[in-house]
């Protein structure tokens, strides 16, 4: 199999699967009326509530929810069961979970006047329910802030010619926002002119270094190198504390200003590099080097559940709800946009995730290389860094198809591109973490909502707690996106529309992440790894009681039977767990 048919299947797929079943969604639920004003424009604030052009509102969507994720699920999910299990999921699951999931989380927010999802939560099912989903994506955000500042400092600190071309982009951004929104500018000639800035900024990064602390090692041609004072601390910590500043200042400042044009410009890089790793992989034909299928024997990591949470940002992910609802919602400009931006934003992130594919799987040679061959092997890559071997790999790919890039510029790009992902991640998360902390403590202090979330994540960071609980967060992000889909569906009950199109991805998503979290509680504890054990419990009983007061809903609509736990069965269920614990514990250790 090679490149050509395999991003020609994808692209394909993903056209149609926009045309037709987004179309369908359209008609049979969102029904988008334009004479309605949408909350942008009926709770117009200047902060949060600001329309946008629906180009510019893609941007900012597409470069918030396509983080890190997208590239790196695939890489590891291909290591671990080959690229077809992975392709498969990556397309099919994108275009009826993922796209569905996006879109029907933006609308129902523009429906209820850009209410977040733990909102919508509170009226569809209950404020329990609202209560303890809000206090999870609290904290599961605040993680997600604190991970994201540290891999981001950990790039600038490999990379330094990253430095410059990162934090210009924020002053051309505000540039860009105040010709757009105080002088009227034609969008498209301000992106026009943010654009050839952004591909200028590129350039001077390459040529001018920057550093903390410590000099810059040449490995290339360059002007000069800055090396910034860091006042005693170390790279890793000056760099940290750095960017969760710009994570508070961003989550504060209005979207006009910094949000809008920066996600916007972003995307050009991001579209801009997409494009070149789908025309790399075009025109390459090269043959797939991975195996279609492995790891099916595989009995620590099955392929069900584990590969449908490896994979998440490409497939389906929580993670874009909160997006969707906590500022998305907020910008939109009229319904009409939301197909674009939420089901169309979602199948951008499913083609990015196949290129990442392919990259790793084409451009680098699997296991070992021919004597004598020109390469890297994914293998050997991998084990330094995912970001290290799609960079690599993307760089392969698209020199093969495109000779005139070559593989220095292209792989440098393809590093950047992932890094500018990574970057409005970030902000996007602290903001909506703001919005999240105000809805469940009423505290409406923009400041105090901010600081609260960027401090817990300070604390991940700089405590190397994240470590601790990371290895279940691809779960926990998944929990998210089953919670969402069944709130959606218990929302679409109470609007009387079809529930079909989100009950069914909501049960396969459901069993899918109380599957892994029962098996990570278990294996954990027999492992010895009791904090990551409780941490997946705890998730277990989050699932099981938001679960529980849905049921209430459901079982009215569907005419299930109703159901009452007694206290006997409460004692037989706790035994139950602690059977489980035990058989883990024989079973991991024989």
């Known amino acids: ?45 200047g902060l949060d509530y600001v329309p946008a052009n629906k180009w510019v509102l893609l941007g900012h969507h597409f470069a918030s929810i396509a983080g890190a994720g997208p590239i790196i699920g695939p890489i590891l999910a291909a290591s671990l069961y080959g690229w077809l299990p992975a392709l498969l999921w990556i397309v099919f699951g994108g275009i009826f979970m993922g796209a569905v999931h996006d879109y029907l989380a933006l609308v129902s927010s523009v429906k209820e006047r850009g209410a977040s999802i733990v909102k919508i939560a509170e009226k569809s099912i209950s404020p329990l329910a609202k209560n303890l989903f809000s206090v999870f994506l609290f904290i599961a955000l605040s993680l997600v802030v604190g991970v994201f500042a540290v891999v981001t400092a950990k790039t600038f600190i490999k990379q330094p010619e990253l430095v410059l071309p990162s934090f210009g982009l924020i002053l051309v951004a505000i540039f860009v ?151 998305t919602s907020k910008q939109l400009d009229k319904e009409s946009d939301a197909k674009l931006v939420g089901f169309g934003g979602m199948l951008l992130e499913s083609l990015l995730a196949l290129v990442a594919l392919l990259s790793v799987t084409a451009g680098l040679y699997w296991l070992s290389k021919p004597q004598g061959v020109e390469g890297f092997v994914f293998q050997d890559l991998l084990k330094q860094s995912p970001i290290l071997a799609f960079g690599y790999g993307y760089g392969e790919l698209v020199a093969q198809g495109l000779p005139f890039i070559g593989f220095a510029v292209a792989s440098f790009f393809g590093m950047m591109m992932l890094n500018a992902f990574v970057m409005t991640t970030l902000d996007s998360a602290s903001r909506i973490n703001r919005l999240i902390f105000t809805d469940l403590t009423g505290i409406r202090n923009k400041y105090i909502a901010s600081l609260a979330g960027i401090l817990i994540g300070a604390f991940f960071a700089l405590t190397n707690a994240w470590t601790i609980i990371w290895p279940v967060f691809g779960s926990a992000n998944q929990l998210i996106a089953a919670l969402t889909l069944i709130v959606l569906t218990a929302y679409l009950i109470g609007i009387r529309k079809p529930t079909k199109y989100t009950a069914i991805p909501a049960v396969f998503m459901t069993l899918t992440t109380v599957s892994i979290l029962i098996f990570q509680t ?16 705890v998730l277990l009983l989050l699932a099981l009681l938001i679960l529980r007061e849905s049921y209430k809903v459901f079982s009215v609509y569907y005419n299930l039977p109703e159901v009452k736990i007694s206290k006997t069965e409460k004692v037989f269920a706790v035994l139950f767990i602690l059977l489980l614990f035990i058989l883990g514990k024989a079973l991991f250790s024989f």
Not at 522 to 537: N, P, T
């Open 1 to 45: 199999m090679n490149t050509t048919l395999l991003i020609l299947f994808g692209l394909i797929a993903l056209f149609l699967g926009y045309k037709f079943y987004g179309g369908l969604i359209e008609r049979k639920i969102a029904e988008p009326d334009d004479s309605r004003p949408t909350p942008a424009h009926e709770k117009f604030d």
């Open 522 to 537: 278990v294996k954990f504890a027999a492992d010895g790894k009791y904090a990551l054990s409780v941490v997946a419990f």
């Open 177 to 327: 926002g105040t010709l757009i929104y105080r002088f009227g500018v034609n969008v498209w000639l301000a992106a026009f002119i943010g654009f050839f800035s952004l591909l200028a900024l590129l350039w001077l990064g390459y040529k001018i270094p920057i550093t903390i602390g410590v000099p810059y090692t040449p490995n290339h041609d360059y002007w000069v190198s800055i090396t910034l004072p860091s006042f005693g601390l170390s790279p890793f910590i000056a760099w940290t504390l750095l960017l969760l500043a710009y994570a508070f200042v961003a989550s504060v400042t209005p979207v006009w200003v910094l949000l809008q044009p920066r996600d916007f410009l972003a995307t050009f890089q991001l579209i801009f590099g997409l494009l070149l790793g789908v025309f790399g992989a075009l025109l390459a034909g090269a043959t797939l080097k991975a195996p279609a299928l492995a790891g099916l024997h595989l009995t620590d990591k099955p392929l069900w559940p584990f590969m449908f949470v490896i994979i998440a940002c490409g497939a389906i992910s929580g993670f874009h709800s909160l997006v969707a609802s906590g500022t």
